[in-house]
Nanobody, 125 residues
Framework: VQLQASGGGLVQAGGSLRLSCTASGRSFTLYNMGWFRQAPGKEREFVAAISRGGGIKSYGDAVKGRFTISRNNGITTLFLQMTSLKLEDTAVYYC???????????????????WGQGTLVTVSS
């Protein structure tokens, strides 16, 4: 599967942004999907994950209550709705696909098999 992330940009603290990740190639519904982020000089961090059908979701502690992951299998697209953005949310955000299809959902980046190119989110004060 090929993944293309988009929707990043510059936003003020407290604002909102929605990221999208469009999938092409093999069936999107075969994969659990996740979002990760990487800030300059830091390791890649788990943000959120969602099961193949969308019924199970998991979030990193840093974003719980502020971010919402969702997917539309009909248009093979993954979303990340981000609200109440903070300066520390500044990072490159990556979408990823996990073909293991297991639950609980994976929080470890090494478990994901396919990655998008990343989209930059910059939160300003």
């Amino acid at each position: 599967v090929q993944l293309q992330a988009s929707g990043g940009g510059l936003v003020q603290a407290g604002g909102s942004l929605r990221l999208s990740c469009t999938a092409s190639g093999r069936s999107f519904t075969l994969y659990n999907m996740g979002w990760f982020r990487q800030a300059p000089g830091k390791e890649r961090e788990f943000v959120a994950a969602i099961s193949r059908g969308g019924g199970i979701k998991s979030y990193g502690d840093a974003v719980k209550g502020r971010f919402t992951i969702s997917r539309n299998n009909g248009i093979t697209t993954l979303f990340l709705q981000m609200t109440s953005l903070k300066l520390e949310d500044t990072a490159v955000y990556y979408c990823a696909a996990d073909r293991s299809r297991t639950t609980p959902l994976e929080h470890d980046a090494s478990a994901y098999d396919f990655w998008g190119q990343g989209t930059l989110v910059t939160v300003s004060s």
